[in-house]
């Protein structure tokens, strides 16, 4: 379509005889041409595999931010898979530039919430990254920063 509105507006100039349209047309049209094909994508991709340890329920993946972190079963974006496998592939599309975590757990009963017991969690769950702390984990504890695409894997425990 560009290139199609640049010839008419070619034709149209010199049928005209506007040589410092011309000029002033080619130019633009060039800087039009370079934006378009060289305008940096602040949208990203963030995949990755998640290892349950049975089949069993379903799979609940939430991308959070740190603003999200703090509301328990929320993210900016979530996802959610039937557990009929223990390997899923999961991914979030068009991620902006930024610090992003990724929390998920195994809803065996179906009551779309991590069950906790005396000891913590009693259905299996999992982060973006395992901090050898101990709960409660902080957002910095799990963080990723999304500049590209990126390839996470987590095995829920």
Do not use: H
């Amino acid at each position: 379509m560009w290139i199609a509105l640049f010839i008419i507006g070619i034709i149209v100039a010199i049928r005209k005889k506007w040589k410092k349209q011309i000029k002033i047309f080619i130019l633009i049209f060039a800087v039009v041409i370079f934006k378009i094909g060289f305008a940096q994508n602040d949208f990203f991709t963030v995949q990755g595999k998640l290892i349950l340890p049975e089949k069993d329920g379903f799979v609940y993946v939430y991308l959070v931010d740190e603003k999200q972190f703090n509301i328990p079963f929320t993210g900016i974006d979530t996802l959610k898979y039937r557990a009929d496998k223990t390997e899923i592939s999961f991914c979030f599309k068009n991620v902006k530039i930024g610090k992003y975590a990724i929390r998920c757990f195994q809803d065996k009963n179906g009551n779309k919430k991590l069950d906790k017991g005396l000891f913590g969690p009693t259905e299996p769950y999992g982060f973006s990254w395992r901090n050898k702390k101990k709960f409660p984990l902080d957002f910095e504890d799990i963080v990723f920063f999304v500049n590209k695409n990126k390839y996470i894997k987590i095995t829920l425990n």
